[in-house]
């Protein structure tokens, strides 16, 4: 079903627990594409990497959402994969925290502005669009001195790009719940 | 050196914001030199490979910085690589900054006991019940998806597909096969949660009560926010 007439607000125990789930499927994924990111980096520079590897970080949201489908799904999946990916120790240690709340709630917007009826394919893809402008702004504080002013465009549009090919990954994904 | 993980967690958020916000190369350095060494000494049970691949890590950013700064004048000037002055600043600002993020949570990752972390943020943070419930679940998965995702990834080698799912469709693939078996053990864990009242349950608050740990944090804590604030208003 991927239209509600009226948004069920209240979380189960089995939505918690599928929310823990989707935290630790996505927390490791995104451990491991660091290095997927880094070998994309190194063939095909900052934009390329973009394009192909960023939106993997934007997929908690849309699937959390898609499997969940109530209100803040997407923003507690995306913030409980990158507590997740910050507690597991990684370089970025609680940078990985402040992406995923900025992502998180960026994501949200997607289902947000449907109201929270629809959780089909195309609130999926626009919840990792969303995230990539948001991604390249924090990219752009953390690293000030790597990116211009005329590559932050580029950087926003293949993260974007990125985020909705991922978005609709993470909902093809979500159909393993019947 | 035992502090609270309440404490733990806001140090290395606090630290990890201003490294972000600080644009003074003094400050960074400030903030690299009080958060590195002692997140490298609590961190070193992660041993030397973490700490080469982040060295490693940091040759990427130095070509960045050659590609994205390159300004200035030369400084190092080897066949058709020249480096310039601005690159060698960008690449040392960044540095710093990333060192003392790593710092600030190699401290974290040496003092803060998982299990206590999750009641403190329940019970003195005030996260919400269900989110903590979630992240505890997520958390107990994590050894049994290793499992999980070591036996997929073999398989794949031996229908013949790459070992690694390098591409969007070979991703899709491994996480739906990933996801079905783990979705299946999330279900049961909630339902037995809920058979055990987890919606019921009432929550403990803890008072904060810092410690002679918690207070040095604190106080190195306090001291780096006055840099970051001073370099801001001077």
Known sequence: MLVQTVPELRYSAVDYAILGVVAAVMGVVFVVAWDFYYLVKALLGPIGARVFTYGIWFMAAPLAASLVRKPLSAFSGEVLAALVETIIPTYGGYTNLIYGVAQGLASELAYLIFGYRRWGPLQAALSGALAGPVAVTLDQILFPELITAKTFAALVLAATASGALYGLIAYGVSRVRK | ?234
């Open chain 2, 1 to 234: 050196m035992k502090s609270d993980p309440t404490t733990l967690f806001i140090y290395a958020l606090s630290v990890t914001v201003l490294s972000m916000v600080s644009r003074d190369p003094r400050v960074l350095l400030a903030l690299a030199l009080l958060n590195l060494p002692l997140g490298t000494y609590l961190g070193r049970k992660r041993g030397v490979i973490f700490f080469l691949l982040y060295f490693l890590g940091l040759f990427g950013i130095f070509l960045n910085s050659v590609a994205f700064s390159n300004q200035g004048t030369a400084v190092l000037d080897v066949g058709p690589l020249v480096v310039r002055e601005g690159a060698v600043k960008a690449f040392l600002r960044v540095f710093l900054r990333l060192s003392s993020i790593l710092g600030a949570a190699l401290i974290f990752y040496g003092l803060a006991d998982i299990r206590e972390l999750l009641d403190a943020l329940e019970c003195t943070m005030r996260i919400p019940r269900g989110f903590v419930f979630s992240l505890a679940v997520g958390l107990r998965m994590l050894a049994l998806l290793q499992r999980d995702a070591g036996e997929i990834l073999e398989m794949r080698a031996q229908r013949g597909h790459s070992r690694r799912p390098l591409t969007p469709g070979s991703l899709s693939s491994f996480l739906r096969t990933l996801l079905s078996v783990a979705l299946e053990r999330g279900l049961w864990i909630g339902v037995a949660a809920e058979l055990r009242g987890l919606s019921l349950r009432e929550r403990r608050p803890r008072p904060y009560r810092p410690g002679l740990g918690d207070v040095v944090l604190l106080v190195l804590l306090a001291l780096q926010l006055t840099i970051t604030i001073l370099s801001m208003v001077c």
